[in-house]
């Protein structure tokens, strides 16, 4: 599954950006991480979302290409980190551990600057958040509490 979404409202509204409170649903509940997820908002800039949404308005929010964002931004890095071990101690012929260590440390930080850099690049349209109007009661919503409606 390449796609997932959120449900929330609207808390403010600015010139340039959506503040929006997540609701909280199962998935939260039965996480571990859930005492430590002090983050339950997320800011939207207006020109990706659009306009026309109102301050405690419901809306929903999909996060297109999951899959593919997360392994760009967590095993590209890793990788650049054991590339930046293995190439230095197989072709180079280097033994020092701790200049392993900063090879690899460098060679990721360096993935974190080509990523950012190949986003630039991206599809905006294909990586962005997209908000949507929460119309359909056969969804989690702020009157259900984050559950399915009956």
């Given at each position: 599954?390449?796609?997932?979404?959120?449900?929330?409202?609207?808390?403010?509204?600015?010139?340039?950006?959506?503040?929006?409170?997540?609701?909280?649903?199962?998935?939260?509940?039965?996480?571990g991480m859930n005492e430590l997820c002090a983050q339950k908002e997320i800011m939207i800039d207006r020109d990706e979302a659009g306009t026309g949404f109102e301050v405690n308005e419901p809306v929903e929010l999909v996060f297109e290409k999951v899959v593919q964002t997360s392994f760009l931004l967590y095993m590209v890095p890793l990788?650049?980190?054991?590339?930046?071990?293995?190439?230095?101690?197989y072709i180079f012929h280097i033994r020092n551990e701790l200049l392993l260590f900063v090879l690899a440390s460098g060679s990721m930080t360096?993935?974190?600057?080509?990523?950012?850099?190949?986003?630039?690049r991206l599809d905006k349209e294909t990586y962005r958040v997209k908000m949507q109007h929460k119309t359909k009661m056969d969804s989690p919503s702020l009157l259900t509490g984050g559950r399915y409606a009956n």
């Open positions: 599954m390449s796609d997932s979404c959120e449900f929330g409202r609207i808390a403010e509204v600015t010139d340039t950006q959506y503040r929006i409170v997540l609701d909280e649903n199962s998935s939260c509940k039965s996480c990788i650049f980190f054991f590339l930046g071990i293995l190439v230095p101690q360096l993935s974190f600057f080509l990523i950012r850099l190949f986003y630039r």
